[in-house]
């Protein structure tokens, strides 16, 4: 049986705040955001993934006539959740990649601490790692030419203090 986690607060803040401010970003740019409800298909015909946010660049593409399943992703954003981090770190992440040569952009926004990950497509097919920590920190999505900082992304964002490591 499937069980469709529940999302938190910080999720939802972290997912306002980056289709806002992607949003704005590509406002007049041939690339524009895609909400949670437009699936993506992947290397296996069975599997679509719903990311929590996707961004098209052109003429979207779709699977079929009924146009609920892009075909032609340029990044994806997942904001992880404790019930879905490995899955979208493992399975979805290789599925998404293998399954879309247009995909660019794999980025990864953790709901329970300050922390972006963002695995871009180089030139051979490699996939490179970047991480950022700070609130000062920013990047670039160079696919789409949109900077995004941290301090937007997190905005309003509360975070829980970590537990320390017992000695």
């Known amino acids: ?17 980056l289709a806002r401010e992607v949003g704005n970003k590509l ?8 909400s949670p ?11 679509l993934a719903y990311p929590d946010l996707t ?6 593409r779709f699977h079929d006539s009924k146009k609920d399943v892009l ?17 979208d770190r493992t399975t979805k992440f290789m599925s998404l990649r293998m399954g879309n040569e247009t995909l660019t ?9 300050l922390f972006v990950e963002h695995f871009t497509r180089q030139d051979d097919g490699d996939w490179r790692y970047r991480s950022y920590s700070s609130l000062e920190d920013s990047f670039e999505i160079e696919s789409v030419e949109c900077k995004l900082s941290l301090a ?7 975070f829980e203090p970590l537990d320390e490591p017992e000695h």
């Open 152 to 158: 937007e992304i997190y905005d309003r964002v509360e």
């Open 27 to 34: 406002k007049g740019m041939p690339c524009e955001p895609l």
């Open 55 to 60: 961004i098209v660049c052109g003429e979207p």
């Open 71 to 87: 075909v032609n992703p340029r990044v994806i954003f997942e904001v992880l959740s404790p019930s879905t981090e490995n899955y």
């Open 1 to 17: 049986m499937f069980t469709r986690w529940q999302a938190n607060r910080s999720h939802s803040r972290v997912c306002i705040n």
């Open 105 to 113: 952009d794999y980025i990864l926004v953790s709901q329970e601490m």
């Open 37 to 47: 409800n437009m699936k993506v298909s992947t290397s296996n015909a069975s599997l």
